[in-house]
């Protein structure tokens, strides 16, 4: 006998989301303010390459144009098989949010100097690619200092309280 047939009510197995790419420097130099996950504008061979977990969004930020937000510098490299059916590796890449969200993120750039930086890239649970933006404002030397103590405190901290218990 075969194996039994998977009923159409029957739930499937959620997929744990995927992490493509991460802006690990995004913390140190900026102190994150609100976050919000938008959908991404993208053409097939960039799913494809984003599939194969090659892309990049440490030098990239977003940017308000035209009541849109747009993704710029963000570098998701030609998917090799593609041939001339490829996509430019850096070209601005459209964000899917709601108006109101569009609109509070604009104003927060326009009016406080805030910069909308992409924490991280996924695929969500139904396989669809998201980024994780944040507001931000940019950390001075000293802040960045301040910060670099507190973590290195935090590690001695825990070398100390495992040697003691």
């Known amino acids: 006998m075969s194996a039994p047939r998977q009923n159409q009510w ?52 977003a940017d308000a144009k035209g009541g849109e937000i747009w993704l710029v510098n963000a570098n998701i490299p030609e998917y090799l098989q593609a041939s001339r059916f490829n996509h430019t590796p850096k070209r601005p890449r459209k964000l899917l949010l709601h108006r109101r969200q569009i609109d509070k993120l604009a104003a927060a750039v326009d009016r406080e100097g805030m910069t909308i930086i992409p924490l991280k890239m996924f695929f969500n649970d139904k ?35 495992r040697l003691k218990g």
């Open 10 to 61: 029957q739930k499937k197995k959620p997929r744990p989301f995927k992490i493509i790419a991460e802006n690990r420097k995004a913390r140190f130099n900026y102190e994150i303010g609100e976050v919000v996950e938008a959908g991404i504008a993208l053409t097939g061979t960039e799913v494809k390459s984003l599939r194969q977990g090659k892309a990049t969004i440490a030098e990239s930020y």
């Open 127 to 161: 396989g669809r690619a998201k980024i994780e933006i944040a507001l931000g404002r940019g950390k001075k030397l000293h802040d960045k200092r301040e910060t670099e103590k507190k973590r290195s405190w935090e590690r001695e901290r825990g070398r100390l309280m």
